[in-house]
T-cell receptor, first 117, second 111 residues
């Protein structure tokens, strides 16, 4: 089946530093990648949608200069949290469209738990 | 844009009983409605989905119903088991493929 590999699974960083999260589609081409953020005991909130080779589309309230998304190839998308602050601590998860056989099938990455200290 | 509401936020049932989770959506253009199960710290897993041209779909102990007129859809789990305990999310999407998730339901199955 379709697999999306997400790394790292956990990261702790200091305030003010940047963290990069990678998502790779291992056996299919992900033309569209969605990035979600999930705070404890809350739902998945869509942050941005990225299409290979073009600029990401950010949801209202998400700072594009803080959450840099790069989708340079059909198998790799990255999210960089710049100048991280404790309030950015969250579970970040990517999802790629395609690979499940259904027209709308999503394949989720395993998530990254970011802790900013 | 689309807005998805989900109820209840928590649900406790005795093992063997049924559980029902309901979602409503606002965008009449939405045409695909998946349900996900998420265990603590793990990725959401698709458990069942339904398209707008179908009113009901069943897969063993899990079923989903859709009422397009009322814009609501429900997840039904019968003969619940302790391993069904998790957080369940509904979602809705249209041709943009952008999923809007409900707020989640924490299901506890009591042995």
């Amino acid at each position: 089946g379709a697999v999306v590999s997400q790394h790292p699974s956990r990261v702790i960083c200091k305030s003010g530093t940047s963290v990069k999260i990678e998502c790779r589609s291992l056996d299919f081409q992900a033309t569209t990648m969605f990035w979600y953020r999930q705070f404890p005991k809350q739902s998945l909130m869509l942050m941005a949608t990225s299409n290979e080779g073009s600029k990401a589309t950010y949801e209202q309230g998400v700072e594009k200069d803080k959450f840099l998304i790069n989708h340079a190839s059909l198998t790799l998308s990255t999210l960089t949290v710049t100048s991280a602050h404790p309030e950015d601590s969250s579970f970040y998860i990517c999802s790629a469209r395609g690979g499940q056989g259904a027209n709308y099938g999503y394949t989720f990455g395993s998530g990254t738990r970011l802790t900013v200290v | 844009g689309e807005n998805v509401e989900q109820h209840p936020s928590t649900l406790s049932v005795q093992e063997g009983d049924s559980a029902v989770i309901k979602c409503t959506y606002s965008d009449s253009a939405s045409n695909y409605f998946p349900w996900y199960k998420q265990e603590l710290g793990k990725r959401p897993q698709l458990i069942i989905d339904i398209r707008s041209n179908v009113g009901e779909k069943k897969d063993q102990r899990i079923a989903v119903t859709l009422n397009k007129t009322a814009k609501h859809f429900s997840l039904h789990i019968t003969e619940t088991q302790p391993e069904d305990s998790a957080v369940y999310f509904c979602a809705a999407t249209s041709g943009t493929y952008k999923y809007i998730f409900g707020t989640g339901t924490r299901l506890k199955v009591l042995a």
